[in-house]
């Protein structure tokens, strides 16, 4: 099965930069895509990122658009997400989620997603 383990969260004001790391261990199954969710205070959990791992193709929300990045280190079986910009409402509880099959049905739902991780929170200031 996979493990996963978030990092890189912390407190920032607006206009300064994050990035999330997430290290993934697949023990039985190989990693087809990794996405990036969040969830603010509040709010139901929301997609924010994804790429594929074979291809390196890379899907956005469009409230992150040109300003996050997706990016991923196959050797290190681990995805980042570089946030540059931040806006306050990109404050949220941030979570890495792996699809085995790496399918495109869905996938800004969390139900294309079979395992999670335990979240890393950032918080951005005015």
């Given at each position: 099965?996979?493990?996963?383990?978030?990092?890189?969260?912390?407190?920032v004001?607006?206009?300064?930069?994050?990035?999330?790391?997430?290290?993934?261990?697949?023990?039985?199954?190989?990693i087809?895509?990794?996405?990036?969710?969040?969830?603010?205070?509040?709010?139901?959990?929301?997609?924010?990122?994804?790429?594929?791992?074979?291809?390196?193709?890379?899907?956005?929300?469009d409230?992150?658009?040109?300003?996050?990045?997706?990016?991923?280190?196959?050797?290190?079986?681990?995805?980042?997400?570089?946030?540059?910009?931040?806006?306050?409402?990109?404050?949220?509880?941030?979570?890495?989620?792996?699809?085995?099959?790496?399918?495109?049905?869905?996938?800004?739902?969390?139900?294309?997603?079979?395992?999670?991780?335990?979240?890393?929170?950032?918080?951005?200031?005015?």
């Amino acid at each position: 099965q996979v493990q996963l383990v978030e990092s890189g969260g912390g407190l920032v004001q607006a206009g300064d930069s994050l990035r999330l790391s997430c290290a993934a261990s697949a023990r039985t199954f190989s990693i087809g895509a990794m996405a990036w969710f969040r969830q603010a205070p509040g709010k139901e959990r929301e997609f924010v990122a994804r790429i594929n791992w074979s291809s390196g193709d890379t899907y956005y929300a469009d409230s992150v658009k040109r300003r996050f990045t997706i990016s991923r280190d196959n050797a290190k079986n681990t995805v980042y997400l570089q946030m540059n910009s931040l806006k306050p409402e990109d404050t949220a509880v941030y979570y890495c989620a792996v699809s085995p099959s790496g399918s495109v049905l869905g996938y800004r739902s969390r139900r294309a997603y079979d395992y999670w991780g335990q979240g890393t929170q950032v918080t951005v200031s005015p």
